[in-house]
């Protein structure tokens, strides 16, 4: 009986799932907040996004992003280099350490929890782990923050141009399609269809 | 809305917020969801005291954020300081003024909203709300969204100091004043979690109920 009910996680309402048309959303019909999107049974679109976007944040991860040139001298920064370049100075580890959290570490944990989620869906077993996938997945959520890297990148570029000749690492040309990637993974991963996976597995 | 619409604290279920399973409540208020064992609370534990003490914290430290230096640039010829707003008079100056509005809308006005909108929230909260629920959650869902954006300054400045080590064009050295920008970050993030939406309106509910009486 209490499954026919959903409460809204934003002003705790009790009501009844609204059915769904195609391209619509739930929202709660007291404050408007999303409730659940339509289901969609395929999961390989999510999977696709999911291990493009794993794929180009591992090539983001592994060469320079950018570098800087100045009469023969020149330095280049990679993503976890710059997380390392804040750690390495004085009175700056939890800076640095903020640097690598936000940047590498919650990205790479919602990828591969995401591709381990769906990679076993799709090869028709549900995982083993799926509890705990899921719930680090809804608790790194707000801290992921690739896209503001990504900006600040922007700025920084700006910021040195009349000092030095910036030159671009391989990096940086996937970071346009790391940006759109994620998102769009975040975005079609659905979490409620996969608990109710689950729900079936008992 | 109706008034006659059940919460589910009011029907005694306990909603989890990982995985949205209703559980039927216990006298405990401890309990695990079933589902996927997350901690099930009936509202946040604590949350408008923690959300009180992480939003005073990060008023404090933001006077040290904007005021100290947050980097250091060295020369051969001269050394400079940087504060947060100086460093959007540089990009200003220097004619990326698009660039300039950016970075001042997510590092001064970004904070600085959030605060003033978690301070009008738990206000709301303890006063009682009478009217504007939907406008409070619609605040509250905007904070969750814009909180991020502030981190920007921290990223550039860890950039900066990663490129600029040469010594033909001097060094970039962070200064203590990031520390405590980075810290108003986290702590305002940590604040809007720690806020629960659910307490607008039953904050809203009791009013209906006993307020117009007292």
């Known amino acids: ?202 | 809305m109706s008034a006659n619409a059940l919460t589910a604290a009011e029907a005694g279920l306990l909603p989890c917020l990982t995985c949205g399973l209703l559980s039927r409540r216990t006298h405990a208020d401890a309990a695990a969801c079933p589902r996927c064992g997350a901690r099930l609370h009936l509202r946040k534990p604590a949350s408008l005291l923690r959300a009180w003490t992480f939003l005073v914290a990060a008023m404090i430290l933001y006077i040290p954020a904007n005021v100290l230096p947050i980097m250091e640039t060295e020369s051969i010829f001269d050394s400079q300081s940087d504060t947060i707003l100086s460093g959007v008079v540089f990009l200003w100056t220097s004619g990326s003024w698009p660039l300039a509005i950016i970075v001042f809308v997510a590092s001064i006005t970004v904070p600085l909203l959030k605060m003033l909108s978690l301070m009008t929230l738990l206000i709301a909260v303890h006063r009682g709300v009478r009217k504007h629920c939907y406008d409070l959650t619609r605040l509250y869902r905007l904070l969750e969204l814009i909180g991020r954006w502030s981190m920007l300054d921290i990223y550039v400045l860890a950039i900066l100091v990663t490129l600029v080590q040469l010594r033909v064009f001097g060094k970039v050295t962070p200064a203590p004043g990031a520390l405590a920008f980075g810290a108003v970050v986290v702590l305002t993030i940590l604040a809007t979690m720690s806020f629960d939406p659910r307490l607008i309106w039953d904050s809203a509910r009791r009013e209906e109920r006993y307020g117009r009486t007292t």
């Open chain 1, 1 to 202: 009986m209490d499954q026919a009910l959903i409460a809204c996680h934003e002003c705790d309402l009790l009501q009844r799932p609204p059915p769904l048309g195609a391209d619509t959303v739930a929202r709660c019909r007291r404050c408007l907040s999303l409730l659940y999107r339509p289901t969609d049974e395929n999961i390989d679109r999510p999977l696709a996004f999911t291990l493009s976007a794993a794929i180009l944040f591992v090539i983001a991860n592994i060469f320079p992003i950018v570098g800087l040139e100045l009469q023969g001298q020149n330095t280049t920064a990679t993503l976890i280099g710059t997380a390392q370049a804040l750690y390495q100075q004085q009175d700056m580890k939890l800076l640095g350490a903020l640097v690598f959290f936000t940047t590498v570490l919650v990205p790479g944990l919602q990828l591969t929890a995401m591709s381990y989620l769906l990679i076993s869906l799709r090869i028709g077993h549900i995982p083993r782990m799926l509890a705990l996938a899921l719930r680090v997945l809804q608790a790194v959520r707000p801290w992921g923050m690739v896209e503001v890297f990504i900006l600040g990148l922007l700025i920084s570029i700006v910021k040195l141009r009349g000092v030095a000749t910036v030159v671009p690492g391989i990096a940086l040309w996937t970071f346009g399609g790391l940006l759109m990637m994620i998102a769009a993974a975040i975005a079609s991963f659905d979490a409620r269809a996969i608990w109710s996976k689950q729900d079936l597995r008992r």
